[in-house]
């Protein structure tokens, strides 16, 4: 048995809880045929522990969670952990497998998103946005401009994302990038806030056309589809495959919008 498919079939028991998530989740810990533990973790995120929002439909974010792992693997950008639909301790919920990023021996989002000194952005990292420190000194926060973070800002674009945090982005111990927690996309209106706004007004790259172009041919019908359909509206599909077409026929990195807030709340 793979790590990758310890989600599905494991068995696991609670290990803690994240007391700064927004929503219920705990990380559980995976056990054998002998109950003892293998060492393998996932967060679980049970739907009964799913905050109230005003512009999501109520026990729906596990199953975007879900989906949005699909849409990642079935374009072939690979960049969310494998995320599954499970029953356990707190009920159903969506068990998406631990990335051990104490391992790679920095935090969440760490050397991906940063502030710096206004005048001291180094080479090879996009400005986001202008502000000031706590002391009122001029700051610019800046992400990596790295080819995996800008594709994973052409994922965030397909699902519509309304929740890309630095925090949500993570270098394994052998330096892969992976994104978590996509419980807030695949709305059917504009949502997105990222802190990945540094690639606005430039061409999407090759790589990721080529994933757009497979997602859409793989979302006109097949299993692919079927699997989606499951979890998300009839009007959420039509609007994924909307901004995949609109995509492909203008394949550029939209800017930002005047008409609403684009940034999530905290950056980090």
Same mark, same amino acid.
Do not use: C
């Given at each position: 048995?793979?790590?990758?498919? %310890?989600?599905?079939?494991? #068995?696991? /028991?609670?290990? @803690?809880?994240l007391?700064d998530? $927004?929503? =219920?989740? *705990?990380r559980v810990?995976f ?7 293998t060492g393998e ?5 049970p739907?009964?522990g ?19 792992y ?7 950008w690979?960049?969310?952990?494998r995320t599954v ?9 969506? %068990?998406?497998?631990?990335? #051990?990023? /104490?391992?790679? @021996?920095?935090?969440?989002?760490q $050397?991906? =998103?940063? *502030? ?6 180094p ?16 700051v610019?926060?800046?992400?990596r401009?790295?080819p ?6 052409v994922?965030?674009l397909?699902?519509?994302n ?8 993570v ?5 892969r ?6 419980? %807030?996309?695949?709305?059917?209106e504009?949502k ?8 606005a007004?430039?061409?999407?790259p090759a ?5 757009l172009?497979?997602?859409?041919t793989l979302?006109?019908s ?22 995949v ?23 980090w």
């Open positions: 048995m793979t790590a990758d498919d %310890l989600p599905l079939t494991g #068995d696991f /028991e609670v290990e @803690g809880v007391t998530a $927004s929503n =219920l989740t *705990a810990l056990t054998g045929a002998d109950g003892k533990p973790r996932a967060l679980y995120k739907i009964r799913e905050a109230p929002l005003r512009d999501f439909p109520q026990g729906t974010l596990g199953h975007r969670e879900v989906a949005a699909l849409i990642s693997t079935t374009g072939g690979d960049l969310i952990p639909l499970r029953d356990g301790p707190l009920g159903p919920g969506s %068990l998406q497998r631990w990335i #051990d990023w /104490e391992a790679a @021996g920095h935090q969440p989002g $050397s991906l =998103l940063e *502030a710096f000194p206004a005048a001291a952005v080479e090879g990292w996009l400005t986001v946005v202008h502000g000031e420190d706590g002391e009122g000194r001029p610019v926060v800046a992400h401009d790295a995996d973070l800008a594709s994973m800002a994922l965030d397909v699902l519509n309304a929740d890309r945090k630095g925090a949500h982005l270098r394994d111990a052998d330096g990038l992976w994104g978590f927690d996509h419980g %807030l996309t695949l709305h059917t504009d997105l806030r990222t802190a990945l706004w540094g690639w007004g430039r061409p999407v790589a990721d056309i080529a994933r172009e497979r997602l859409r979302l006109e097949g299993s692919s589809r079927a699997a989606i359909e499951e979890l998300i509206s009839a009007e959420e599909l039509a609007a994924l495959q909307g901004r077409t609109r995509l492909l026929a203008e394949p550029v990195y939209p800017e930002l919008p005047t008409d609403r807030y684009p940034l999530p709340w905290p950056l």
